[in-house]
């Protein structure tokens, strides 16, 4: 084991002083042409990379975009974080994606990481939504663009889209089926979006007088819990006709159960997802759910975050989109209409 | 805009000494129960980040793992960043992926980043294979475990999966069902994977008497191209009856030009891929493919990297896994037979 590649290995094989080096690389000073090419041959034969914290103090990109997300193991975080490198590789960006596991301090380290030099600008999906935390982020030099943040406000760039409308129109779009009994199985505690997507299931049954807490269960997000939550359903003495899940994922976890028990989606019961990820429309049959813009999102996140490095003010901009009701196969009447 | 939180920061809010913090929060010294609540409240409070890079010297873990893959906008790639996010949480650990554009000095600049503190461990996918790049691998202080990995030999570990056999059964599978004019979409250029696919298609063609250079197209492992070059195959005098492409997101461009052209998948035009990606399951009909086993791979390394932290001997370990054939939907026996 040795020391890591110095500016004075580069220069010894180089055949230059470290001076030589150094001005060669940050181009400072009068170099010739040859010497030049000298220097960087042998950077580059060596494997030589400068400390990036100095090189972004001195202004040079990393052409790295640090992206933060709870985690990469639902398809929902997967596929924002392969939007955001789609739309990064399209502005010859590189992507650094970050994972937290949800700890707030493990946030806050790989925030301090990336916004030490490591990246040119950060894009943080659903932060932490603590004020101190927050205020620590909006006093950074890097630029920094939220992603789904709905808590305490901010003066940085926020896109996100609207939860409440959508679900509101996934139930309305039940009941217009002439379901009387639909089952919601609900987001992770805590998450903003799954209170945003009960909230609108308790409004759109309770305008109809349909609202039975009964038909309401704990979820996570996950295909697991899906699954399990709506055996739960099922078990019920009087069990609901039609399944609305605050995820797509959940919603898979629902079909489980459903096929599992011998029973057809959506002959006998009906089932809504939340996000449209890409296997909604691949599964058999095809989901029907809320469409979450996650392209458009992470495309519009890149595009203030290379407008922030380019010196545009980007400050204050919050991007709303609206969610919009995808039917496809799994909704249908319920069998007894 | 101000200066980063400092030391001197928390020792101001805690009203201590800076020497006081900072034997606190290093577990250095003698400090009362009380000091080292109110120090580390104060830390938490300002989201006070110790100088990752230092505490990495001072042999605290930062619990995070890093990747380096060539890029995420590949189904391929994004489901290895995936599986990898999958096995790393499993373990208590997240993930830092980092893409590289393919680009040599981006990916010694990720390299350098994480292993210089910012990670505990590294894994690279398909690292450039430089004699000099592997050495300075070889030499850090930080254990890497490499995924396919396939040219100059080093000690690293090294998990990776054959495409040879896997190829090889494939093109046989077409073969078998009685195909004599197979067209083959290529994988990109300078991949040794895709060299052993193209290898394997030429010596089971070449076996049976039925190696024709024209139905060979170069490709690029992208969906797009592979549209493209069923167009070209489509074109010939003479068309193939069956397309091998070497990755599932290739097959998918194939089938899409296939239907394109008013024809079916397989009854006019089988078609098979290469990898098994979550897609191939689910697309319709479902592609007959070759299992690239990305999960049990991620799984392996994740664990060769847990055991080197543990201090185990893991250096010179290679795990070699097969691949498979996977029959679905979209072979079957040409028209004409």
């Known amino acids: 084991m040795t020391a890591p590649v110095t500016i004075a290995d580069v220069a ?7 001076v030589t080096v150094s001005k060669t690389l ?12 000298r220097v960087i041959q ?11 914290a100095a090189r972004r103090l001195r202004g040079a990109r990393t052409n790295l975009v640090g992206m933060v997300v709870p985690e990469l193991v639902s398809p929902y975080f997967a596929e924002v974080a392969r939007a955001a490198a789609e739309a990064a590789s399209s502005a010859g960006l590189d992507l650094g994606v970050f994972t937290t596991s949800r700890d707030p301090a493990r946030e806050r380290e790989r925030v301090a990481a990336l916004s030490g030099g ?10 932490t939504d603590d004020p ?5 982020l909006q006093r950074s030099r890097t630029p920094i663009v939220l992603i789904s943040h709905f808590g305490t406000p901010t003066d940085l760039p926020n896109v996100r889209a609207d939860s409440y409308h959508g679900a509101h129109a996934a139930t309305t779009h039940l009941l217009d089926l002439g379901h009387r009994r639909v089952g919601f199985i609900a987001g992770a505690d805590g998450s903003s979006q799954a209170h945003e997507r009960l909230r609108a299931y308790r409004d759109a049954t309770g305008e109809r007088g349909l609202l039975d807490p009964d038909l309401i269960r704990p979820g996570n997000f996950t295909q697991r819990r899906g699954f399990e939550a709506a055996r739960e359903l099922l078990d019920l003495p009087d069990p609901p006709t039609a399944i609305f899940a605050a995820s797509d994922a959940t919603a898979f976890g629902a079909m489980d ?3 599992d028990r011998g029973l057809r ?15 909604a ?5 095809a989901l029907t759910t809320v469409r979450h813009p996650i392209h458009d999102m992470s495309d519009s996140a890149l595009r203030l975050l290379s407008g922030a490095l380019a010196g545009e003010a980007v400050r204050g901009t919050v991007l709303d989109y609206p969610s919009e009701l995808v039917v496809r196969e799994t909704t249908a009447p319920p069998r007894s209409s």
Chains 1, 2 share one sequence.
């Not at 042998?42 to 990036?52: F, H, K, Q, T, W």
């Not at 490591?118 to 932060?127: E, Q, R, T, Y």
């Not at 101190?132 to 620590?136: G, P």
């Open 12 to 18: 010894r094989l180089a055949g230059v002083s470290a």
């Open 26 to 37: 940050n181009n400072t000073g009068r170099i010739s042409e040859q010497t030049r090419a």
């Open 42 to 52: 042998a950077a580059r034969d060596l494997g030589y990379v400068a400390n990036p």
């Open 118 to 127: 490591l990246a040119d600008g950060l894009i943080l999906v659903v932060p």
């Open 132 to 136: 101190q935390h927050l205020d620590v």
């Open 257 to 259: 159960a459903v096929k």
């Open 265 to 279: 989606v959506p002959q006998d019961i009906s089932v809504v997802g939340f996000d449209d990820i890409a296997a």
């Open 281 to 285: 429309s691949q599964s058999h049959p």
